[in-house]
């Protein structure tokens, strides 16, 4: 079965067709580096995360760029700000983008460019654009001429008057027409610049992405990706001056993961409800954060709560549980052949497999996905004790492992730190027991009951086992 992916150009389903067999060329735009990033960019990286990984599973090799934005007005601003430089503010926030992004588990990019690395490129990308009649200049500043481009607005699927209509512009009085764009953008006093044939300056946002897609992929890429406000004007505006320079399509697949609302409101600081990566890692397990990041289909918006967040963390637990018992199983049982009724249950398994292949190749629906896992575990923690086969735990954890790994969780080991856990809630348990306090240790009981841990109160003390 082939994946098949929602095509924001199209915006329908279509079977996905890489240029190159069983190659994907990927770009996703990646942050503009003056801050730490907050939980909606998160939700944005976790899900290209899992695409590229989801292919990559599949059998494709992935070529996966993301960029870093080093050079902004709002760096500038930052810069201004600290007494401090554009490049410093990059090199800062750039590594801690590393430090959260590890911690997440999110796999590190092919390349990740630097929009200043690739200076070069993006001058001669606007003197092309220029020379072709696509670009005007007007006191050092370059802008692309949107009407010239007649497809402008395929992308959004609108009309230039629908989207000039619709759009927050600066009022320009030097630009042909409100809705073009900078190009290239004269330095102002106190600013970084390059030298170009327009004189002392810098690049505009949209051309750098441009360039370093085209510079690092190909004038035409297999897929671009991003939030879904990028679509305009950011997205619109990579087509209209890649295409228009190339007379080429510029990406056959377009793709966006949809807003992260927090409290069922849009996260804002001025609503106090604004929380980085790094705030949230540091009261929940990254994977606590992808399993709730997961939970939604990426197309669909998400809405983030601490409530939801301990409900992904619960359900996480059940999954370590149903593996460390399986690794526990794994230990103390025998080698001796499957039975007739085993191997029923390692056909079973396979079909378990091909269920998630079958939600995944469907536009990557980890929503689904997750389902089959938790519809898999509890199948294992009914089917299998330790009197099963070694064999058939084993097969169990492999497929377990196997399929968390495209959304990047499960892989963990956690044999010692269950058995640990187990003993601190015993001990607990007799605490509450020794002042008297019964309903607590009757809770904690029937907690570890829950867990499939059956405790034995024996003369010489508590001992416990697994049902």
């Given at each position: 079965m082939a994946i098949k992916v929602f095509n924001s150009l199209t915006r329908q389903k279509e079977e996905f067709i890489p240029i190159t067999p069983n190659e994907v060329k990927m770009y996703v735009c990646g942050p503009t580096v003056y801050n730490f990033f907050h939980i909606g960019n998160a939700r944005t990286f976790l899900v290209f995360d899992t695409i590229r990984r989801y292919f990559e599973y599949r059998g494709y090799k992935v070529t996966f760029i993301q960029n870093f934005t080093d050079i902004d007005d709002k760096m500038i601003k930052r810069a201004n700000e600290e007494g401090t430089t554009v490049k410093e503010i990059a090199q800062r926030y750039i590594a801690e983008y590393y430090?959260?992004?590890?911690?997440?588990n999110i796999k590190r990019a092919t390349v990740n460019p630097r929009a200043t690395e690739f200076m070069d490129e993006i001058i001669k990308f606007v003197k092309d654009l220029v020379d072709k009649g696509y670009a005007y200049e007007v006191n050092g500043d370059v802008y692309f001429e949107t009407?010239?481009?007649?497809?402008y607005g395929k992308l959004s699927h609108q009309n230039l008057e629908e989207l000039e209509a619709g759009a927050r512009i600066d009022v320009d009085e030097r630009k042909k027409d409100p809705m073009d764009f900078a190009l290239w953008k004269a330095q102002k006093e106190g600013e970084p610049a390059w030298e170009s044939p327009f004189g002392l300056g810098r690049p505009g946002w949209h051309i750098e992405c441009s360039t370093m897609a085209s510079s690092l992929l190909g004038e035409t890429i297999d897929i671009h990706g991003g939030g879904v406000d990028l679509t305009f004007p950011h997205h619109e505006n990579e087509i209209a001056q890649s295409e228009a320079r190339n007379g080429k399509t510029f990406a056959r697949y377009w793709m966006h993961s949809a807003f992260l609302n927090v409290n069922n409101q849009k996260m804002s600081k001025s609503l106090n409800n604004f929380f980085t990566a790094r705030e949230i890692l540091q009261k929940y397990d990254s994977e606590v954060l992808r399993l709730f990041m997961l939970s939604a289909h990426y197309r669909n918006p998400i809405n983030f709560s601490i409530e939801l967040l301990?409900?992904?963390k619960a359900a996480l637990d059940r999954l370590y549980n149903t593996i460390g018992n399986l690794e526990h199983i794994i230990e103390v049982s025998n080698e001796r052949e499957p039975s007739e009724e085993e191997k029923e249950f390692l056909n079973k398994l396979l079909e378990y497999k091909n269920r998630y292949i079958e939600v995944m190749d469907d536009d990557f629906n980890t929503a689904d996905g997750i389902s089959v896992i938790f519809d898999m575990v509890r199948d294992i923690n009914s089917?299998?004790?330790?009197?099963?086969?070694?064999k058939v735990a084993e097969s169990s954890l492999n497929l377990i492992r196997e399929l968390g790994e495209p959304l990047g969780i499960l892989q963990k080991s956690v044999r010692g730190n269950i058995e640990d856990e187990i003993q601190r809630l015993i001990e607990e348990r007799q605490a509450a027991r020794k002042a008297k306090n019964y309903a607590l240790a009757d809770?904690?009981?029937?907690?570890?009951?829950?867990?499939?841990i059956v405790l034995e109160d024996t003369p010489s003390g508590v001992r416990w086992k697994r049902i």
């Amino acid at each position: 079965m082939a994946i098949k992916v929602f095509n924001s150009l199209t915006r329908q389903k279509e079977e996905f067709i890489p240029i190159t067999p069983n190659e994907v060329k990927m770009y996703v735009c990646g942050p503009t580096v003056y801050n730490f990033f907050h939980i909606g960019n998160a939700r944005t990286f976790l899900v290209f995360d899992t695409i590229r990984r989801y292919f990559e599973y599949r059998g494709y090799k992935v070529t996966f760029i993301q960029n870093f934005t080093d050079i902004d007005d709002k760096m500038i601003k930052r810069a201004n700000e600290e007494g401090t430089t554009v490049k410093e503010i990059a090199q800062r926030y750039i590594a801690e983008y590393y430090k959260d992004a590890d911690a997440l588990n999110i796999k590190r990019a092919t390349v990740n460019p630097r929009a200043t690395e690739f200076m070069d490129e993006i001058i001669k990308f606007v003197k092309d654009l220029v020379d072709k009649g696509y670009a005007y200049e007007v006191n050092g500043d370059v802008y692309f001429e949107t009407k010239k481009f007649k497809e402008y607005g395929k992308l959004s699927h609108q009309n230039l008057e629908e989207l000039e209509a619709g759009a927050r512009i600066d009022v320009d009085e030097r630009k042909k027409d409100p809705m073009d764009f900078a190009l290239w953008k004269a330095q102002k006093e106190g600013e970084p610049a390059w030298e170009s044939p327009f004189g002392l300056g810098r690049p505009g946002w949209h051309i750098e992405c441009s360039t370093m897609a085209s510079s690092l992929l190909g004038e035409t890429i297999d897929i671009h990706g991003g939030g879904v406000d990028l679509t305009f004007p950011h997205h619109e505006n990579e087509i209209a001056q890649s295409e228009a320079r190339n007379g080429k399509t510029f990406a056959r697949y377009w793709m966006h993961s949809a807003f992260l609302n927090v409290n069922n409101q849009k996260m804002s600081k001025s609503l106090n409800n604004f929380f980085t990566a790094r705030e949230i890692l540091q009261k929940y397990d990254s994977e606590v954060l992808r399993l709730f990041m997961l939970s939604a289909h990426y197309r669909n918006p998400i809405n983030f709560s601490i409530e939801l967040l301990e409900q992904s963390k619960a359900a996480l637990d059940r999954l370590y549980n149903t593996i460390g018992n399986l690794e526990h199983i794994i230990e103390v049982s025998n080698e001796r052949e499957p039975s007739e009724e085993e191997k029923e249950f390692l056909n079973k398994l396979l079909e378990y497999k091909n269920r998630y292949i079958e939600v995944m190749d469907d536009d990557f629906n980890t929503a689904d996905g997750i389902s089959v896992i938790f519809d898999m575990v509890r199948d294992i923690n009914s089917s299998i004790n330790e009197n099963s086969a070694k064999k058939v735990a084993e097969s169990s954890l492999n497929l377990i492992r196997e399929l968390g790994e495209p959304l990047g969780i499960l892989q963990k080991s956690v044999r010692g730190n269950i058995e640990d856990e187990i003993q601190r809630l015993i001990e607990e348990r007799q605490a509450a027991r020794k002042a008297k306090n019964y309903a607590l240790a009757d809770k904690i009981r029937d907690e570890l009951k829950d867990r499939g841990i059956v405790l034995e109160d024996t003369p010489s003390g508590v001992r416990w086992k697994r049902i």
